[in-house]
């Protein structure tokens, strides 16, 4: 019923667009000039920004205008008017009187409070001998113009505020810069180079932006979206945190977002999987300006938050890179497609052409809660470096570089005898990063970016003991601890064009991604190989590709009520996926002669250690064979339209719908409806419905590999079946079908005045057939060396109920200022039934695999920021709380006689209880000089550690992977220079 309504509405409103609607037109031949500009911007889709003071006398023809282009226009305007005229980009252009030679101002409003020069000729006798006059106008950056803004000759007590049309005049000496800034908006240090400057402050700390994400309407801006939305400002999160990867700089701003970093969880070491409201990695859609991000090959397995998942690789995107992160908080598969179930995630790369930047970073960890004494002490030690570098590309475009380096240590934490060496993997990392327009035009513009990062990576595995049929004394006789490492890349590649055509935003792209993923596994050996087994071997590894091809339109009816926004697009994507083998010895079992064990071999050929036959593959992470290789493709084709329509100023109603095919398992139709009421000016409620989807990934389809388990302490051999395999049907598993998903919001915000503002989002997320990892089958009815069984399935549904809130206060005092921000999630997640069909429930989903999933969604996450600036120096600091949480260890499967035969006794002893912990962070920048600053500071001051657990952990160690991480605190220094 809600989709034929919805549909019922699209054609109305789509009736309704496509009727002739009149520009606009006038009858006398002799109009005012405003007259012909609101003429010319609705014709040719361009805005006019001037002070109507200046221009209120001036009249001219309108039979003129009437068959001439845009350009034509505009140089007539310059022949028959006393006006200068210029083009400011995105369609803008600035009219303003030339009243003297090198000194271009608008004239100055005589009512304004700041008016204090009226007669040019006058003003000159009044310059003071070694002074320049500067003029200028500050504008918003919706280039409306911004009054009583503070313009300061720097380093000095000389300064004017802006007259009421955004204007100003100012005595200052030839060199000195001068400084703009207002409240609300980020501060702007410039150096004139002529006698008159056009200023465009970025909204700071209201953030009023116009939004890529959630809105397709180019006129919308954030505090009047319909949903909820969150922005992250990459150079003010640097300025008050030692962040160096993308992961950590949404954790701190967005709570409800987790990346939890794992340790002993093969591929998942090397990239972390991160959670958006508690569901899995591969729920949230990532964005780069827009476009979809590809993900990676990894799909996270043995004991990891986003158990059976796979998601975006954000940490393969230098920070440097990006200009800001906005995160769409709200269901959107009707806009943007699969993924899109808990939210979406767009990064906008940086787009600055004026200056370089040259950040270092140094830090590193407090070692001290470690057993061994040789590594107690630092440890984890970080370099990182990195540039940006942006430049003009003719008069409207640009080009933007960024190039990182990034290299951090192991860190050692208390292990235990089964995993000696706990702790983070050690990484080395190099990206570089282009962002570039250029514009053809002024009514098209050509855009490309994307980029390359590469990482090595390294992990310990589990410890083999010296009495093992996993070691072979003659090459380790102390016993071993295998070390995986890998070789990752990630590529992409956007090429695009956009542009408007007959009034309609037409964009065109294409994207390119792929992520590479190898193991290499060393320090280790095949057992089965004994005292001739190599070292190191290359296991084999896994590729993912998409490309994606978009065609996109919009228009903007502004005549229609209060207006309409209209936008459609076909988008086609490309998938292949891949797993490559890896050299014989990383996956072969061979018996005492060397020989590869067959069907046929002996039991008395195989090779034995204490009774105990010796496994085959390298130890730690076994390789892919020829039989694991998998090359999969598919493709799926996507029709949307959606509307914003503003039927008065208080009320926005915003629909979708989304129609999707898959070649691999069907179609989807999602629809989504939003809508906004202003109860007052400074006050909003939003309420949004949408049905969502997430397709499953080729890996969730087609993965399989037989890998070694660590259950009860115990390794066990097992075999992770793929989902189109025929013996997945033997269990009963059918196959994979795509995610439901239902997603309800409503939440307010309000502005209480400039300085203080709050908001407040409640949702619901329903899930239907989400794709789960089971538990361990018995695997002997299979006639292989392998113990246990496990597949992909659509094994359960759940619901999420949440509610995010944002406080934030600023007080400005005579030269310094105070912010103060409070964020929190509050999330509840149930499992609302477990379709395990004629399977054992427990074998299938049982209590250990829900806790696991139940724990991806913390019960909450609170976040408290002060941050002190007084001239060249700031203060800023952090205290979080992370919510408890419960886990099952290993122990719920011991045999009862262990615990009185009580199966009640057994489980209250395998529940591993995190209590509610709180980290405190400080941060010291201190800027020398305009092109340079210092910051140092420590994350975790006080070292706080997770509570501590016993032997029979999931990773081995004392802790599980939860999100405070149990690396205790980290110290560091910055440096960054600009110039």
């Known amino acids: 019923m809600i989709r034929k309504n919805t549909f019922l509405f699209f054609l109305i409103t789509f009736v309704f667009t496509i009727t002739p609607y009149k520009l606009y037109s006038q009858e006398t031949d002799s109009i005012f000039l405003s007259e012909a500009l609101a003429y010319l911007s609705e014709k040719h889709r361009v805005f006019f920004t001037y002070n109507p003071m200046v221009i209120k006398k001036q009249k001219v023809k309108f039979s003129d205008f009437e068959n001439l282009s845009i350009y034509e226009s505009i140089d007539l305007l310059k022949r028959i008017t006393p006006f200068k005229i210029e083009y400011l980009g995105n369609n803008y252009y600035v009219i303003y009187k030339l009243n003297k030679q090198y000194q271009r101002v608008s004239e100055i409003n005589k009512d304004s409070v700041n008016s204090t020069v009226t007669d040019s000729r006058e003003l000159s006798k009044q310059i003071p001998e070694n002074k320049l006059l500067i003029k200028g106008i500050v504008y918003d950056q919706f280039n409306t113009p911004i009054q009583k803004a503070n313009v300061i000759e720097k380093n000095t007590q000389n300064g004017i505020t802006t007259n009421n049309d955004g204007t100003f005049e100012l005595y200052i000496l030839g060199n000195n810069p001068i400084e703009i800034s207002h409240i609300g908006y980020n501060t702007q240090i410039i150096s004139p180079k002529n006698n008159f400057v056009t200023v465009h402050l970025k909204s700071g700390v209201e953030l009023d932006e116009v939004f890529v994400v959630g809105s397709r309407n180019n006129n919308r801006q954030k505090i009047d979206s319909p949903v909820s939305t969150d922005v992250i400002d990459i150079h003010q999160v640097k300025s008050k945190s030692e962040f160096i990867q993308v992961n950590q700089f949404i954790q701190n701003e967005i709570p409800s977002f987790n990346a939890t970093k794992q340790s002993g969880s093969d591929g998942s070491d090397h990239i972390v999987p991160a959670t958006y409201r508690g569901l899995g990695p591969d729920q949230t859609l990532v964005l780069i300006n827009g476009k979809r991000r590809h993900q990676a090959s990894l799909i996270n397995l043995y004991g990891t938050r986003g158990r059976g998942n796979s998601g975006t690789d954000l940490n393969a995107i230098p920070p440097s890179a990006i200009k800001r992160i906005e995160v769409l908080k709200d269901g959107a598969s009707a806009q943007y497609g699969s993924d899109a179930i808990a939210g979406v995630i767009n990064i906008v790369l940086n787009d600055q052409s004026e200056e370089t930047q040259v950040n ?415 538990g361990n089958f018995d695997a002997s009815e299979l006639n292989s060396n392998v113990k246990n069984v496990q597949f992909f399935a659509n094994g359960v549904n759940t619901s999420t109920v949440g509610l995010d809130f944002r406080f934030d206060w600023v007080k400005y005092f005579n030269n310094s200022r105070l912010n103060i921000g409070f964020v929190g999630n509050l999330n509840k997640m149930e499992i609302n039934e477990i379709n395990h069909k004629n399977l054992d429930k427990e074998t299938f989903f049982g209590a250990r695999e829900q806790y696991f999933l139940l724990a991806s969604a913390p019960k909450h996450k609170l976040i408290l920021n002060a941050v002190y600036s007084v001239k060249n120096f700031s203060i800023s600091s952090t205290l979080t709380r992370f919510s408890s949480l419960e886990l099952i260890d290993w122990q719920i499967f011991k045999p009862l006689s262990q615990f009185n035969n009580s199966s009640q006794q057994r489980f209250d002893a395998s529940i591993d209880y995190y209590k509610a912990k709180y980290t405190f962070d400080t941060h010291f920048t201190y800027d020398l000089t305009n092109h340079l600053s210092l910051q140092a500071g420590v994350n975790n001051l006080f070292n706080t550690y997770p509570t501590e657990q016993a032997r029979n952990t999931d990773s081995g160690g004392l802790w599980d992977a939860i999100q405070m991480g149990a690396n205790g605190a980290f110290y560091y220094s910055k440096l960054l220079l600009k110039f």
Do not use: C
Request: charge should be neutral.
């Open 360 to 774: 270092s970073t140094f830090g590193f960890h407090n070692a001290s809660n470690n057993t061994n004494k040789d590594r107690q002490g630092i440890d984890g030690i970080t370099y990182k470096a990195d540039v940006n570098y942006g430049a003009k590309i003719n008069k409207d475009g640009f080009i933007n570089l960024s190039a990182e380096f990034l290299s951090k240590g192991h860190t050692f934490r208390r292990g235990t005898d089964i995993r000696e060496n706990y702790g983070d993997p050690a990484t080395t990392s190099s990206s570089i990063f282009l962002n570039s327009e250029i514009p053809l035009s002024n009514e098209m513009k050509v855009y490309l970016n994307g980029g390359y990062n590469y990482k090595n990576t390294r992990a310990y595995a589990f410890t083999r003991p010296p009495d093992s049929e996993r070691n072979v004394l003659e090459i380790y006789p102390s016993g071993f601890n295998p070390l995986i490492t890998s070789n990752i890349s990630d590529k992409s590649l956007t090429v695009g064009a956009n542009g408007v055509y007959s009034g309609w935003n037409v964009d065109f792209s294409n994207t390119y991604g792929k992520n590479y993923f190898q193991y290499y596994i060393k320090e280790t050996l095949n057992a089965s190989l004994l005292a001739s087994s190599p070292k190191e071997f290359d296991a084999g590894g896994h590729s993912l590709i998409q490309n994606t091809t978009n065609i996109d339109v919009s228009k903007h009816f502004k005549n229609f009520l209060k207006g309409l926004n209209i936008a459609a697009g076909i988008e086609n994507r490309i998938e292949n996926y891949r797993i490559f083998s890896g050299e014989e010895g990383s996956y072969e079992w061979y018996d005492i002669n060397g020989n590869i064990v067959t069907d046929s071999t002996p039991t008395d050929l195989l090779p034995v250690h204490n009774g105990e036959i010796r496994p085959g593959g390298s130890q730690g992470f076994p390789g892919y064979s020829p039989l694991n290789e998998v090359d999969r493709t598919r493709t799926s084709v996507s029709v949307y339209f959606d509307s914003e329509i503003d039927f008065t100023k208080k009320w926005l109603l915003a629909t979708a719908l989304r129609y999707e095919n898959y070649s691999d398992f069907g179609s989807t139709l999602n629809t989504k409806i939003a809508t906004r009421y202003k109860v007052t000016p400074k006050t909003n409620l939003r309420f949004s419905f949408s049905t969502g989807f997430r397709a499953p990934s080729l890996a969730q389809i087609y993965y399989n590999l037989k890998f070694t388990n660590f259950i009860d302490n115990e390794a066990v051999e097992s075999f992770l079946i793929a989902n189109n395999n025929p013996l997945t049907e033997k269990f009963g598993i059918e196959q994979l079908r795509e995610e439901k998903a239902i997603n309800y919001s409503l939440g307010i915000n309000h502005s209480f005045n400039k300085n203080f503002k709050f908001s407040l989002d409640s949702y619901y997320i329903f899930i239907r057939d989400r794709i789960i990892l089971s």
